[in-house]
């Protein structure tokens, strides 16, 4: 009964080599996150959707990008993976966005860039 | 700027001792605050949110405006209360629902 996905859940590539990391989410929510979660830090916001509507933080970096082609599937591409960007990545949903929303997360990715 | 601190990375307490994990914010506004937690092998998930001022499992915070800070606590710690915690800040206007969460607390409760 999982009701955010991602695959894979160890995502290994080679410096340069571009990849995509993939969420689904069951929960008809109109909100998708990405987070990035480095060794012993922090979960960092990268971007969200809401609905189709893209948005970016302020300081990630041009190299991700993300792709919503449905409500339910939502991508993260890195476009040239470096050595500095091996992490966990997280997608989270919410339902409507507000502040006081709860976030569901998924299991994660860990990336490894050799 | 937008920040939250959790000044502890690892708490250590024996069954049946009080917990308290400590958390500070700084944010201009109003925030919504949150604690949320993730079990060994398990994802992340809420365990509280300040709004709904409920006691979960046992633990509670108070948002305390003054000290800026929502603190988490609980009288007497279970073995199965180890993880890790992180203290996140939402805005309370915000109609994104993003997250700014903290480095996170280990727990680890001995038996």
């Known amino acids: 009964d999982a009701m955010v996905i991602q695959n894979p859940r160890y995502q290994v590539t080679q410096f340069g080599k571009p990849v995509t990391l993939s969420c689904s989410q069951t929960l008809n929510h109109n909100v998708m996150y990405w987070y990035q979660q480095k060794s012993s830090q922090a979960p960092k916001l990268l971007f969200h959707?809401?609905?189709?509507?893209?948005?970016n933080e302020a300081d990630t970096p041009d190299n991700f990008q993300s792709r919503r082609p449905n409500t339910s599937f939502c991508f993260l591409d890195i476009r040239s993976p470096g050595l500095g960007d091996a992490a966990m990545y997280l997608c989270a949903t919410s339902r409507d966005g507000r502040g006081t929303a709860k976030l569901f997360f998924g299991s994660g990715t860990q990336l490894s860039v050799l | 700027a937008q920040r939250v601190t959790q000044p502890e990375k690892l708490l250590s307490v024996f069954k049946g001792a009080p917990v308290e994990l400590k958390c500070n914010y700084s944010y201009s506004g109003s925030p919504e605050l949150f604690w949320y937690v993730q079990y060994s092998r398990q994802r992340l998930q809420l365990l509280l949110r300040h709004i709904s001022r409920e006691s979960i499992k046992g633990f509670t915070a108070d948002l305390n405006k003054g000290e800026t800070s929502f603190h988490l606590k609980k009288p007497f710690a279970q073995e199965e209360d180890s993880a890790m915690y992180y203290c996140?800040?939402?805005?309370?206007?915000?109609?994104?629902?993003?997250?700014?969460f903290g480095q996170g607390t280990t727990l680890q409760v001995k038996p």
């Open positions: 959707y809401y609905d189709k509507d893209f948005n």
């Open positions: 996140a800040l939402s805005s309370g206007s915000s109609n994104t629902g993003k997250l700014i």
